[in-house]
């Protein structure tokens, strides 16, 4: 049985006439660049999670940068973050001269530890990154309440959550500025790169349109210094196609990962692996299925040798990575952190799984 990690194929083929009309679309027209479909897919995520301004952009990356430009980030500047995440997250403070501090994560949801978030904020705290991992919201109410009291902003990073309700109100609309990734393998996802940033406050939304398009304020006004910023006119027609039918594959999404979790609820009952644990309060759009088990690469050979493919999301965290050395950070502090990495893995997860290719996968696990 041939199982894809995530079936971007059969997505493709799904809605294959309309996508190749809206790219035909672009390229009879030539707008290439901030053509009118840029402006349709901002209007159409605004109306789906409800912020004032949304800016599409190049990449969640940038978003990130984006966000923390806009904020004034300077060297030696703290910006408090997860440790278990994708290693852009910390990047982009490092890349304007912050300091990343890291926060130990719940064993449960393995988001931001909010318990240990305030014993981190110094003098220097700027902002508050948490990441609403795997596709389900950090705590942003708590992590939101924690921020006023210091005056602290706090940017989402939604990369893997779009999608996601947290308390009635969609992810990337729950803090001072929202960022997420169209990336291709994303619940909602683009054939290149791109990303879109979030915010109800004007003033921010003003400055970092300016500023992903070299801080120009208007044509070869330069008021700050930028980047070059812009989701390009073919991924914006994509995703105008796409996220018609994104409430439906959420819904989907939803329903295999709750076919998974019961279907494998002898292997937990068991205590051979651990599943994903969503909080009442809020939903998941399961950019991930991940899984925990103590043996995670005699178990990756087993699935692998039955041809299931897996993927580790993320097996090194942030603090161990060279290129953040400097901070001379010991790994004790991190316990589960340290644990989670070790033991994670992510199983195929995509809205068009078949329920012959899942209950093989299951069927696979539960006879290990």
Do not use: W
């Not at 990336?183 to 004007?202: E, H, M, Q, R, V």
């Not at 651990?274 to 309060?281: A, C, E, L, Y």
């Amino acid at each position: 049985m041939q199982i894809p990690f995530i079936d971007l194929k059969q997505q493709y083929e799904q809605n294959k006439e309309e996508i190749h009309q809206a790219i035909t679309s672009v390229l009879e027209s030539t707008a290439f660049i901030m053509g009118p479909q840029v402006a349709q897919l901002e209007k159409s995520l605004a109306e789906y999670t409800g912020a004032k301004h949304v800016l599409a952009c190049s990449s969640g990356t940038d978003a990130l940068l984006l966000a923390l430009m806009a904020l004034d980030l300077k060297p030696g500047d703290e910006v408090i973050t997860s440790p278990f995440s994708f290693f852009a997250t910390a990047e982009v403070i490092c890349l304007l001269g912050g300091t990343p501090v890291f926060v130990d994560i719940d064993p449960v949801t393995y988001n931001l530890d909010t318990e240990r978030l305030q014993e981190k904020i110094t003098a220097r705290t700027k902002a508050i990154i948490p990441v609403s991992l795997y596709g389900q919201c950090a705590d942003m109410d708590e992590i939101n309440e924690i921020a006023g009291k210091y005056n602290i902003a706090v940017i989402e990073d939604a990369a893997q959550s779009f999608g996601a309700e947290y308390k009635g109100n969609k992810s990337c609309n729950l803090s001072t500025i929202g960022c997420t990734s169209f990336f291709p393998s994303k619940p909602l996802g683009c054939y290149g790169d791109g990303g879109a940033i979030f915010t109800n406050d004007d003033q921010l939304a003003q400055k970092m349109r300016s500023l992903l398009v070299h801080g120009q304020s208007a044509r070869y006004q330069h008021r700050y210094i930028g980047i070059n910023g812009r989701m390009d006119t073919l991924q914006a027609a994509i995703l105008n196609v796409k996220i018609k039918y994104f409430p439906d594959e959420v819904l989907e999404r939803d329903r295999i990962a709750k076919r998974y979790t019961e279907g494998l609820r002898p292997a937990v009952d068991s205590e051979r692996i651990v599943t994903p644990v969503i909080k009442s309060d809020r939903t998941s759009v399961y950019a991930q299925y991940s899984i925990r088990v103590k043996d995670r690469e005699a178990f990756i050979a087993y699935l692998n040798s039955k041809q299931i493919p897996t993927a580790v999301h993320y097996p090194v965290p942030m603090y161990r990575q060279e290129a953040l050395s400097c901070l001379q950070i010991d790994p004790k502090e991190y316990p589960v952190t340290e644990q989670v990495s070790r033991e994670i893995l992510s199983i195929p997860m995509s809205a068009f799984l078949t329920e012959d290719q899942q209950d093989y996968i299951i069927e696979t696990i539960l006879s290990r």
